[in-house]
C-alpha cells in the first residue's frame, strides 16, 4: 500500500448558536470560523467524500478543529493520535455536524489503526451515536495510509496550536 500524505487546510465554516439574551429571551447568531480539515495527498477530506458519494457538493460537516472552541479541537486530536478513547466504539470521528458539533447529528467516521511504522484510515461512513436495527450506516471501501511518525508529529503540532493554557498559567 503506498504512503499517503496527511496535512490540514483552513477552511471557512458559518457556524450558528443561540445566545441569551435578556432573561428567557434568545436569539440567533451566525458566525463565520475557521477550521482545519484534514488533506489527504493535498485533496480535503471533504472532497474524497463527494466523490466516493458521486455528488456535485461537498458535505458540509466539519472537524472540531478550531480556535472557536480550543478544548473540543485538542479532544479530537487526542482521539485521532489514540491518546484518548473514540466517543461511539473503535471508530474515530473526523467530521460532525457544523451546527452542534455533536455526533448526535451525525458525522463521518473510520478506523484508524497502527501496525508497521504506518497509520491507516480505512472503512470510512456516516454514523451517529445511535444504532438503527433497520438500516446500515453507508461505508465507503477506501483506505489511507500515513507514515506513523509524519502523523504523530502533523498532529502533535496542530494540538500545541490549540492548546489552552491552564488558568493559573493566566494569573502569573
Known amino acids: 500500500m503506498p504512503v499517503n500524505t496527511l496535512s490540514f487546510v483552513e477552511r471557512q465554516v458559518r457556524t450558528t448558536s443561540w445566545e441569551r439574551r435578556w432573561f428567557f429571551l434568545s436569539r440567533f447568531v451566525e ?12 485533496r480535503p477530506l471533504r472532497e474524497w467524500v463527494r466523490e466516493w458519494e458521486g455528488v456535485d457538493e461537498p458535505p458540509e460537516e466539519s472537524t472540531l478543529l478550531s480556535a472557536f472552541d480550543p ?15 473514540n466517543q461511539f466504539g473503535d471508530r474515530a470521528w473526523l467530521l460532525f455536524c457544523k451546527v452542534c458539533f455533536d455526533e448526535g447529528c451525525g458525522g463521518l467516521t473510520a478506523d484508524i489503526s497502527r501496525a508497521g511504522g504506518r497509520v491507516t484510515w480505512s472503512n470510512f461512513g456516516w454514523d451517529t451515536d445511535y444504532v438503527t ?8 471501501n477506501a483506505s489511507f495510509s500515513f507514515d506513523e511518525a509524519a502523523y504523530d508529529r502533523l498532529l502533535a503540532e496542530a494540538r500545541e496550536h490549540f492548546k489552552v493554557p491552564l488558568f493559573e498559567d493566566k494569573l502569573g
Open 31 to 42: 458566525a463565520e470560523h475557521t477550521f482545519l480539515e484534514p488533506a489527504i495527498d493535498g
Open 71 to 85: 478544548e473540543l479541537a485538542v479532544e479530537q486530536l487526542d482521539r485521532l493520535l489514540g491518546d484518548k478513547p
Open 133 to 140: 436495527e433497520d438500516e446500515e450506516p453507508a461505508r465507503y
